[in-house]
């Protein structure tokens, strides 16, 4: 089945099963590959994107929920003013190790400095405590997020 969705800005057809998950939909059906699939489950956050400005697990979100939401992934975040701020922090202090979870992460902190302009840190604790990091490279999220919140 075709459905239209906005993403990045932009509508787009996507031709799937009904039922299928959005993150499914970005990766197979437009070949969006930033959006990462992890647990599957809603509980790893590496599929992480936003819709309506609200960050969402993709895996566990099925297209026709989307409906006209406007969907933005790692490939958009960019040409966001937080989105913009949040991925120079994360260059400038080398956040990424294995970098498998760091859209999700980014996905997050934008979204965390988009209702928070000045977050403390028990807000970073409790908008990032979804997203694992199988690295651990928790501390230069957080110093990165408190940079970009500069
Ligand atoms: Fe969606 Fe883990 S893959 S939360």
Redesign the pocket.
């Known amino acids: 089945m075709v459905f239209k969705i906005n993403v990045n800005g932009k509508s787009q057809n996507v031709d799937v099963e009904e039922g299928t998950?959005l993150?499914w939909a970005l990766r197979d059906g437009l070949g969006i590959l930033g959006p990462?699939?992890?647990?599957?489950?809603?509980?790893?956050?590496?599929?992480?994107v936003h819709v309506d400005g609200q960050p969402v697990?993709?895996?566990?979100l099925p297209i026709e929920a989307v409906g006209a939401g406007k969907v933005v992934t790692i490939e958009g975040i960019g040409a966001t003013a937080n989105g913009k701020k949040i991925q120079a922090a994360w260059t400038e202090l080398d956040v990424a190790q294995c970098g498998y979870c760091q859209p999700?992460q980014i996905m997050s902190a934008t979204a965390l400095l988009n209702a928070t302009p000045k977050p403390a840190d028990a807000d970073i604790d409790a908008a990032m405590s979804?997203n694992?990091c199988r690295c651990a490279t928790y501390i230069r999220i957080r110093a990165a997020i408190k940079q970009a919140s500069g």
Do not use: D
Not at 38 to 46: I, L, P, R
Not at 57 to 60: G, P
């Open positions: 998950p993150l990462k699939f992890g647990c599957g489950v809603g509980q790893c956050g590496a599929c992480t697990r993709s895996c566990s999700g979804g694992i």
